[in-house]
């Protein structure tokens, strides 16, 4: 095994990005993971930091209407979008608390373990080799001595007994997989080699895929996808689709294939059907031509009209692009006036990489900020400030979810403490471990929750105790109401206009 990577990650996402993005099969082993960046086992390395589905949803019932796109945003002078959601005029979509608050997803159950396989031997020492560094890093580093009650020896004996049984190598990977999963913490996780590829062009913002350009929130049990954010220059961009819109149907089927795949996903230049529906409009039927997508995972902004209020949407902070993204985006908000409020989304930010999510906290606000607590060692958590059009002074509204996780978490929970930021919206899960790499020779990767964080005032792991409370209340469910409707967006709104911060 080679030596720990010195990028710190937080819980992944996503809601892991590779569903996100409807590029990567749904994987029964996790809950929706969040990528990291590197790897380890010597324990003088420096960490990383760590998403998840969205609960159950109700149904929309609407007719299929045909027609070519949707309606497109309006802009200002300075060509910055102007947001749907219009103060004393919008009015806020109303949701019953069992709507609000659905009933829990039924977990995964634990793997079965895959079958055993005639192998060469050399293949079974490899596989033995990296099962026991996985082993024992876990046994060393984990942030649970007690594994939350697991029995980790019995575990490392039956999965020995299956490699020395004979297991190819996709078997020996969703062996290993199933492994961690069984700590049960819905954030440690193991990728294959190529699993570790797709991670690390998403982390360089350099994904690619060829489909119609939309991340999207799985909705796998309801068989849809409600999106998140849409790459610009894509198909989906070019027929209107917008955050929040659901995807009911493609090609007259469902919109996730037996391999929890999403079906937009096809051959360069073939045409695809989708049913969409924007929460509260009636269903459209549209045909558009898959185009491969490059790029970073794109935040969106827009200003608040008939105000000097700015939004930010953040879909993670798992891509090294998103801090120079939201500079950008500062710059341009503000380029026709000083913004007076700004609002940070993060409610289906399921967390990243520090050397991301960190630049982000350092617009906002500079020093210490608390500590990441393993079972050896405190390690402080310090941000360097940096002002950009105003964004140390500007009032701050912070929206979380059920959809923020890790290192969403931690930034939203510390804007909050350190007294920059309100916060809006639902309690967050709370799963605000931090994450480990360790590389093993063949190119997979392990990320194991090896510290948990400490807020300034507070005890270790508080947040994972009680997740992040908001300040006001209002409703997350992002399948349930459109930019123009959203009742926590109404809410920062009002906060910042009543000179709250």
Do not use: K
């Not at 503000?334 to 409610?347: F, Q, V, Y």
């Not at 617009?363 to 059009?389: C, I, K, N, W």
């Amino acid at each position: 095994m080679r030596s720990r990577t010195g990028i710190a990650l937080s819980a992944l996402v996503c809601a892991s990005l590779a569903c996100q993005t409807v590029l990567a099969p749904f994987s029964p082993p996790t809950r929706t993971p969040r990528p990291p960046a590197t790897a380890a086992s010597d324990p003088t390395a420096t960490p990383p930091p760590d998403t998840e589905p969205a609960p159950a949803t109700p149904v929309l019932e609407a007719t299929v209407v045909p027609g070519p796109t949707l309606t497109g945003p309006a802009f200002t002078e300075g060509g910055v979008r102007l947001c749907d959601y219009i103060p004393g005029v919008s009015v806020p979509a109303q949701m019953p608390p069992e709507v609000v608050n659905p009933p829990t997803a039924t977990p995964f159950p634990t793997p079965t373990p895959p079958p055993a396989t005639p192998v060469n031997a050399d293949q079974t020492d490899r596989q033995l080799r990296i099962f026991r560094e996985l082993w024992s890093a876990v046994r060393d580093n984990y942030v649970y001595e007690d594994f939350r009650g697991r029995d980790w020896d019995a575990i490392g004996d039956r999965y020995e007994a299956l490699i020395l049984r004979g297991l190819t190598e996709d078997a020996f990977y969703d062996a290993m997989r199933s492994m961690i999963f069984e700590l049960g913490d819905e954030h440690s996780s193991f990728l294959s080699p190529q699993d570790v590829q797709e991670q690390e062009a998403e982390l360089a913002g350099t994904r690619e895929f060829v489909g119609i350009g939309a991340m999207v929130l799985p909705l796998i049990e309801e068989d849809r996808a409600s999106i998140i954010s849409i790459f610009p220059g894509s198909p989906a961009e070019e027929a209107g689709l917008r955050s929040h819109d659901a995807i009911l149907s493609v090609d007259g089927g469902p919109v996730w294939d037996e391999n929890g795949q999403a079906r937009t996903l096809g051959i360069e230049g073939t045409p695809v059907t989708i049913v969409v529906q924007r929460p509260g409009e009636p269903a459209r039927e549209l045909t558009l031509i898959r185009r491969r997508v490059t790029g970073n995972a794109p935040i969106d902004y827009c200003l608040v009209p008939n105000t000097r209020i700015g939004y930010i949407f953040f879909p993670t902070f798992f891509d090294e692009t998103i801090d120079e993204q939201t500079r950008a985006a500062l710059e341009r908000m503000a380029a026709e006036g000083p913004l007076e409020g700004l609002i940070l989304d993060n409610r289906q930010n399921g967390g990243g990489i520090s050397t991301v999510a960190d630049p982000i906290m350092g617009l906002f606000m500079d020093g210490l900020q608390g500590y990441f607590v393993s079972r050896t060692d405190r390690r402080p958590l310090r941000v360097e400030s940096e002002d950009v059009a105003g964004s140390q002074s500007v009032p701050l509204v912070v929206l979380v979810g059920e959809g923020t996780a890790s290192y969403g978490e931690i930034v939203s929970g510390v804007l909050r403490v350190s007294g920059r930021a309100q916060i809006v919206g639902q309690t967050t899960d709370g799963n605000v471990e931090v994450l480990w790499g360790y590389e093993f020779e063949d190119g997979s990767r392990a990320w194991i929750a090896q510290e948990t964080f400490e807020p300034l005032g507070e005890t270790a792991g508080v947040w994972e105790d009680t997740g992040i409370i908001p300040d006001v209340m209002a409703p997350s469910r992002w399948d349930l109401f459109s930019e123009a409707t959203d009742p926590g967006l109404a809410a920062a709104v009002q906060l910042l206009q009543a000179g709250g911060r």
